[in-house]
């Protein structure tokens, strides 16, 4: 049995889909691990540490010749994989919505396409979960990026030469992206408030001592739909959050904002107007830019100003933090194999009735099978 690690080729993906620690564990359940060469430079770990680990390490071709599992931080393009062997698996993030041609070229190929993004929101499947994982390291990135553009401090300093008065942290989406945005922002010494569409999230945000921000007038409003995840409001929901943002927006110094709906558009959050409304010199960042953006003006992979306010849209931010992002990458990728892990068959084995297998199977067999593809 033979896992393949390949190097990213995406456009400014930082990321490796497995570290020396993965590698090991790989080779203690009987496999044969093989690595691209400099698949892990991006990331701060050299050849040598892999091959240290027990991998073979060489050119693409090698790496895939007989693989049994390919392994990926986003899904390689098909023309990269030539000559895999039939019946492989493909185990990434695989963006299958945004990517549905690739999708179909896997299944033409033959290959198994395992979308990780897909994993269930379920107790089992925590510690497989890549959108857990990067979105943490995201929320903490988002802060530290904000504080980075941000020509004032963020903690109360009281000196000698005066007092400077702590920065206004907002955050938007609470998430576990946003939960780490305001745990980061409060340790910083910022005043930090956020604000969700799930009433869930209130006490989390008061838990980590911020204030919450929430539409009370609306009735009837939950907010949270299947798997914990974001639905999309009413209208007069939307209207409400709009004013009450408008107010509160105005007194902010960074917002980060987080909000993210699956299998849509991200929803916006903030327009051009309350951007006006903002001091100078204060800044936003979009951790949604790539999905459509919660903010009006946004521009991914930009740092745009608009009425003297800085809005970040930084594209791939786990990818910013390269190192911790992949070592926790690669640690759901081992998480989710070695549960399915069949001793006898020396492989992992995805019984067809597993809640994980249906959730994550994007095709099989030459065919696209995922229902969330096909409905
Ligand atoms: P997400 O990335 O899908 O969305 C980010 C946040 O934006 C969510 O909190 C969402 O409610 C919020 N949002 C959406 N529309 C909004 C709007 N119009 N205004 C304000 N906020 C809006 O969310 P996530 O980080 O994946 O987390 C969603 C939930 O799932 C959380 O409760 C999390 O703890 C839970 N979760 C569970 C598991 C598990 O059990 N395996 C794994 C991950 C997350």
Request: charged share 20%.
């Amino acid at each position: 049995m033979k896992i393949a690690v390949l190097k990213e080729t995406a456009a400014g993906e930082t990321r490796v889909s497995a570290s020396p620690e993965t590698v090991k564990k790989f080779i203690a359940l009987g496999a044969a691990v093989a690595v691209e060469t400099d698949a892990g430079a991006t990331a701060s770990i050299a050849d040598a540490a892999y091959a240290d680990a027990g991998a073979t390490v060489g050119p693409r071709g090698a790496t895939l010749a007989d693989a049994d599992i390919l392994l990926g931080v986003q899904g390689p393009t098909p023309d990269s994989l030539k000559g895999v062997k039939p019946g492989a698996w493909l185990v990434a993030g695989l963006n299958p919505f945004g990517e549905r041609a690739r999708v179909d070229a896997y299944a033409a190929l033959g290959v198994d396409a395992l979308a990780m993004e897909f994993m269930p929101r379920i107790t089992r499947a925590q510690s497989m979960d890549i959108l857990s994982s990067q979105s943490n390291l995201a929320g903490y990135k988002a802060v530290i990026d904000a504080a980075g553009v941000y020509g004032r401090a963020f903690p109360m300093m009281m000196t000698a030469a005066g007092t400077i008065s702590a920065a206004r942290v907002f955050v938007m989406g609470v998430g576990v992206a946003g939960l780490q945005a305001i745990a980061t922002a409060r340790r910083l010494g910022a005043q930090v408030s956020a604000t969700d569409v799930r009433s869930a999230t209130k006490e989390q945000i008061e838990s980590l001592g911020a204030k919450a921000i929430f539409v009370e007038a609306v009735k009837g409003i939950e907010g949270e739909g299947s798997g914990g995840y974001a639905t999309e409001m009413s209208d007069e929901y939307k209207a409400a959050q709009a004013e009450l943002v408008s107010s509160h927006i105005a007194k902010q110094d960074i917002v980060i904002t987080t909000a993210l709906i699956p299998g849509r558009a991200a929803p916006r959050l903030i327009s051009d107007a309350q951007i006006a409304s903002m001091r100078p010199g204060s800044v936003i960042v979009d951790l949604a830019v790539e999905q459509g953006g919660n903010v009006e003006g946004a521009v991914a992979g930009e740092i745009v100003e608009k009425h003297g306010v800085r809005i970040v849209g930084h594209r791939n931010v786990p990818g910013r933090l390269a190192a911790d992002a992949s070592a926790l990458f690669a640690r759901n990728l081992y998480n989710f194999l070695s549960a399915f892990w069949d001793k006898e068959q020396g492989r992992p084995v995805l019984p067809d009735d597993d809640e994980i297998t249906q959730a994550i199977r994007l095709t099989q067999g030459g065919k696209v099978v995922n229902t969330r593809l096909l409905g």
